[in-house]
């Protein structure tokens, strides 16, 4: 537990010192604070539109819920995540390597899951402040549509988010430990996930049952239900299977680089 | 406190060692001599658990680096060739947490991590930033890391490449004052560092030991003959005759001449100096003497014959 800790210091200190995270944390929020922006106004303009209608013709038109724009906001979180995290991950096994300072990590009496789970809890704090910044923009959603947000909804988006986000810095990681170039492992995790990320869409071309089984596999049939609001346990068991199994490889990896090298 | 047995290790099909044995006892100072790729690296790299052996055993204190791992490394302090450092972390928070890392408690934290700077001679570049600081200190710095949980056992992989002369010797006499408490194996390519700072060498070329014995013995095995340069002023045709006649010299072979002044070798048996019939013939003859220069084999010499064979 105090390895896992001085290993996980170590590393959220070193992301805060190097400007990648502020880098890519002020695009990430400019993008998202666009697309956020052009959603909004477009619901506010057609929920106006429907108001004059429904006052002109003296009949009821159903609204639409300020859910809506939250809903299309986390689409995009989810999908900037997969460009962002190949860049948090990168440096976590591969800068050691490069360094030599995986020789101090692997001399050292410190096991390589203390190492491990420093590290990708490391990452995972990362991401999860970088989540937590859009907090901000359900703020001024619950305020403008003067409180009628349901926020149901929007915890469960996060909870996948957060799911979504432990499934593909193991990943990375994985990458990572895998190579001692940062932009080998950026490009094969970035590579993979999106592949992952897309894969739904082949299933169209395929015959049952290999059109469900790709469908299975594919994170993104995994995450839609958590943006509607409903937390199904055979997706939340998906992305926490796979982020143990990322992390179970990055250990093998590194496990056997003793005896490979 | 080592004990290396049969150590075979493969680099995919090479050969990097091929059934080395030795072993050091506690509060030695060991020197691993060896010309570049002889796979003294690996050895060390086997006994600080960084790799594992194919075959063969090693044991750190009676423990197996292959079973008892983590226990092993508890005991070993370990320089790379490449001191593993963060270049992102001050000094200070890298010694930190490589103490944290090796198991120091939180309690002694800050003593320990105080002795090691005032040993290395760290305190000057206490809150420096680990990439401003010179290959020197970056050197310090490595050894400071690999001594801060008061290890029995020290490895230190070349800890003197990349210095300036007056760093080496600094860092030599830090090693120094290393031995009696701590078991010390250091590699090196440089042989008058071994002669200075160990005790016992082993000398290891193509994955094999091919020496092994103290400084002092090994400079003795090879020579059994005594030999020295003779340089007189003037033609030597008639002197060589007389000094061949010497009782106790074996050969007298003339070396090339420069501007008047003559050179020869002379090598005797050693169970004699010869030396001084050598002079007193030489100014016999009414020649002068300029110098007489002893050609003992050094440790130079003995390691080129041992790699060569």
């Not at chain 1, 537990?1 to 502020?22: C, D, G, K, Q």
């Not at chain 1, 990458?175 to 869409?201: D, P």
Request: hydrophobic share 45%.
């Amino acid at each position: 537990m105090r390895n896992t800790l001085a290993v996980y210091v170590r590393e959220v200190r070193s992301y805060f010192t190097s400007p990648i995270f502020y880098i890519l944390a002020c695009v990430f929020m400019v993008v998202v604070g666009n697309t956020f922006k052009d959603s909004f106004f477009e619901f506010a303009t057609k929920t106006m539109q429907a108001l004059r209608m429904a006052q002109n013709y003296r009949m009821s038109i159903p609204l639409g819920s300020v859910n809506m724009v939250a809903q299309q906001m986390f689409s995009y979180i989810n999908f900037l995540f997969l460009l962002i995290v190949p860049l948090l991950t990168m440096r976590l096994y591969a800068e050691e390597r490069k360094n030599g300072t995986m020789e101090l990590l692997m001399t050292s009496p410190i096991t390589t899951v203390q190492v491990l789970l420093g590290k990708f809890f490391s990452a995972l704090t990362i991401y999860t402040v970088m989540l937590a910044l859009t907090v901000s923009f359900n703020i001024i959603m619950m305020i403008e549509s003067g409180g009628k947000l349901d926020w149901g909804p929007i915890l469960s988006s996060y909870l996948g988010s957060m799911l979504l986000g432990g499934a593909i810095i193991s990943i990375g990681m994985f990458f990572s430990s895998l190579t001692e170039n940062q932009i080998v492992a950026a490009a094969t995790t970035l590579a993979t996930i999106m592949g992952l990320w897309l894969l739904i869409q082949t299933s169209r071309f395929l015959d049952p049952p290999f059109s469900d089984f790709v469908r299975f596999l594919s994170t993104s049939e995994h995450m839609e239900s958590f943006t509607i609001g409903f937390i199904g346990m055979q997706h939340v068991i998906y992305f926490i299977s796979m982020t143990v199994f990322g992390l179970f490889m990055t250990g093998i990896t590194i496990e056997s680089a003793r005896w490979r090298q | 406190m080592i004990e290396v047995t049969d150590l075979t290790k493969y680099y995919g099909t090479k050969l990097a060692l091929d059934r080395v044995s030795f072993s050091v006892r506690k509060g030695e100072v060991l020197g691993f001599l060896g010309p570049n790729g002889a796979g003294k690296s690996t050895a060390m790299k086997i006994i600080t658990c960084f790799l594992s052996p194919t075959e063969g055993s090693v044991k750190v204190d009676g423990l197996d680096v292959v079973e008892n791992s983590l226990e092993v490394r508890k005991r070993i302090g370990y320089l790379p060739e490449n001191p593993p450092l963060y270049t992102d972390m001050t000094v200070k928070n890298y010694l930190e947490f490589a103490a944290k890392i090796k198991g120091v408690s939180s309690k002694k934290l800050r003593e320990s991590v105080n002795t090691v700077v005032e040993k290395c001679g760290l305190t000057k570049y206490y809150r420096a930033y680990c990439n401003s600081l010179s290959k020197g200190y970056r050197q310090r710095v490595g050894i400071a890391q690999a001594m801060i949980h008061e290890p029995q056992v020290l490895i230190l992989d070349e800890p003197t490449i990349g210095l300036d002369p007056i760093q080496i010797v600094e860092i030599r006499n830090l090693i120094k004052t290393f031995g009696g408490d701590h078991t010390v194996v250091l590699s090196t390519h440089i042989l008058p560092e071994v002669d200075m700072t160990c005790e016992r060498v082993i000398i290891i070329n193509d994955g094999k030991v091919v020496a092994e014995d103290s400084t002092k013995n090994l400079r003795a095995r090879v020579p059994e003959q005594e030999s020295f340069m003779v340089e007189v002023r003037g033609e030597v045709n008639g002197l060589l005759g007389k000094v061949e006649q010497i009782p106790g010299v074996r050969s007298v072979t003339s070396q090339p001449a420069r501007e008047g002044i003559s050179a020869f070798k002379v090598e005797a048996s050693n169970d004699m100096d010869v030396r001084p019939l050598v002079a007193r013939t030489v100014i016999g003859e009414n020649m002068e003497l300029l110098q007489l220069r002893d050609l003992t084999m050094t440790l130079e010499d003995i390691f080129i014959k041992v790699t060569l064979n």
